[in-house]
């Protein structure tokens, strides 16, 4: 059985390294400008993750067979791309995506 201080350890170890990750990156790109081409790609990261999350939760996968659409997904979609659309604001996207998921599953 592990000791309590490795376990400690281990935790306070993952959580420095965590900060570290997340947080070097800032401290060192504040005293360097990017070039322009490197800031426009960084500019469609969000875009990318938020489609990576919406296309894996839109389709449900089967072994051995094509995937399924899952309609409770698509039908949240609709107002929530509207509002994408229309605001071009994150935060709006998401809570659209919120409340017309969860109205779907109150019907």
């Given at each position: 059985m592990l000791s309590f201080n490795y376990v400690i350890l281990t935790i306070i170890g993952c959580a420095v390294v965590t900060w570290l990750s997340r947080v070097l990156p800032f401290i060192?790109?504040?005293?360097?400008?990017l070039p322009k081409t490197v800031n426009e790609?960084?500019?469609f990261v969000p875009i990318v993750?938020?489609?990576?999350?919406?296309?894996?939760?839109?389709?449900?996968?089967?072994?051995?067979?094509?995937?399924?659409?899952?309609?409770?997904?698509?039908?949240?979609?609709?107002?929530?791309?509207?509002?994408?659309a229309i605001t071009k604001n994150l935060l709006v996207i998401?809570?659209?995506g919120?409340?017309?998921?969860?109205?779907?599953r109150l019907i």
């Open positions: 060192l790109l504040k005293k360097f400008n790609f960084l500019s993750i938020m489609s990576a999350l919406w296309f894996s939760h839109l389709f449900i996968s089967n072994t051995g067979h094509l995937p399924d659409i899952n309609y409770e997904y698509l039908i949240a979609s609709a107002p929530t791309v509207l509002s994408a998401v809570l659209v919120m409340v017309s998921l969860a109205l779907l």
